[in-house]
T-cell receptor, first 110, second 114 residues
Framework: SQTIHQWPATLVQPVGSPLSLECTVEGTSNPNLYWYRQAAGRGLQLLFYSVGIGQISSEVPQNLSASRPQDRQFILSSKKLLLSDSGFYLC?????????FGQGTRLTVV | DQQVKQNSPSLSVQEGRISILNCDYTNSMFDYFLWYKKYPAEGPTFLISISSIKDKNEDGRFTVFLNKSAKHLSLHIVPSQPGDSAVYFCAASVYGGSQGNLIFGKGTKLSVKP
């Protein structure tokens, strides 16, 4: 069966520091991978999606970037965090019809 | 522009009664709709879905209704249980379209009181 791993679960970072969140998927090949953010009052906002290695599409302009160095690995990064980057970040992969989510990372930028 | 709207940020229901969660969408190309349930500090989990060729789908205590002419769907939970207390997200997609991305609403926080 397919599983999705996301880490770390929580992270507190100072403003201006870099960020790297990692997501890996097991049990499937060539998955469509997604990064979502849940911020207060804004629901689940799609940040990036990837249909293959090195293929990244951004849905909203922001201070973040994503990379897909391997088929089942998706990384969310920032060179310098802003206070507004705080939120709950979710990695997901899309099966035939539905999406499956990781457990999320609570990022607090202080 | 929000393509998927959940206009009620919260809903409180007594245990054993019916919970009705509503969702509206604007993109007439959407043809697949899903409901997800989310507990705090956890990823959303899939609950139930419906294709645009149907107007109703039922799974145990959960039923989703789709009204395509009104671009409206609803999730009914009967009977509601305290364990149903969570945030419920409505999502929509265009099957096979570009990347098949799921577009989510802002969520409705359901509280079921014993």
């Amino acid at each position: 069966s397919q599983t999705i791993h996301q880490w770390p679960a929580t992270l507190v970072q100072p403003v201006g520091s870099p960020l790297s969140l990692e997501c890996t998927v097991e049990g499937t090949s060539n998955p469509n991978l997604y990064w979502y953010r849940q911020a207060a009052g804004r629901g689940l906002q799609l940040l990036f999606y990837s249909v293959g290695i090195g293929q990244i599409s951004s849905e909203v302009p922001q201070n973040l970037s994503a990379s897909r160095p391997q088929d089942r690995q998706f990384i969310l990064s920032s060179k310098k965090l802003l206070l507004s980057d705080s939120g709950f970040y979710l990695c997901a992969w899309r099966g035939r019809m539905r999406a499956f989510f990781g457990q999320g990372t609570r990022l607090t930028v202080v | 522009d929000q393509q998927v709207k959940q206009n009620s940020p919260s809903l409180s229901v007594q245990e054993g009664r019916i919970s009705i969660l509503n969702c509206d969408y604007t993109n007439s190309m959407f043809d697949y709709f899903l409901w997800y349930k989310k507990y705090p500090a956890e990823g959303p989990t899939f609950l139930i879905s419906i294709s645009s060729i149907k107007d109703k789908n039922e799974d145990g205590r959960f039923t989703v209704f789709l009204n395509k002419s009104a671009k409206h769907l609803s999730l009914h939970i009967v009977p509601s249980q305290p364990g149903d207390s969570a945030v419920y997200f409505c999502a929509a997609s265009v099957y096979g379209g570009s990347q098949g991305n799921l577009i989510f609403g802002k969520g409705t926080k359901l509280s079921v009181k014993p």
